[in-house]
Nanobody, 114 residues
Framework: QVQLVESGGGLVQAGGSLRLSCAAS????????MGWYRQAPGNERELVAR?????SANYTDSVKGRFTISGTIDHVYLQMNSLKPEDTAVYYC??????????WGSGTQVTVSS
């Protein structure tokens, strides 16, 4: 089992910045990748950014150049700059293990006002 604790999020005006943090505990050795997904009302959950144990990071096209994922395999940060109203969503921390198991945080709300 892997437990995830998220922090950050909140309300910000368009063009502003927020930072999300996620700390993992438990079977850290089993983690292959750690990152963030988001889900807006009426939409499916989508990958925002993820980093693997080897340090390889990938981002969804809509956040490239604005969001940066950093940290270690058991504690990641998502720095979100130049936020847009369309970034409004519940953001979920995610861990993918070597055995292809997914673990999720409880989610944190990010609201960007226009």
């Amino acid at each position: 089992q892997v437990q995830l604790v998220e922090s950050g999020g909140g309300l910000v005006q368009a063009g502003g910045s927020l930072r999300l943090s996620c700390a993992a505990s438990g079977r850290i050795f089993s983690i292959y990748a750690m990152g963030w997904y988001r889900q807006a009302p009426g939409n499916e959950r989508e990958l925002v950014a993820r980093v693997t144990r080897s340090g390889s990071a990938n981002y969804t096209d809509s956040v490239k150049g604005r969001f940066t994922i950093s940290g270690t395999i058991d504690h990641v940060y998502l720095q979100m700059n130049s936020l847009k109203p369309e970034d409004t969503a519940v953001y979920y921390c995610n861990v993918l293990t070597h055995a292809q198991e997914n673990y999720w945080g409880s989610g944190t709300q990010v609201t960007v006002s226009s």
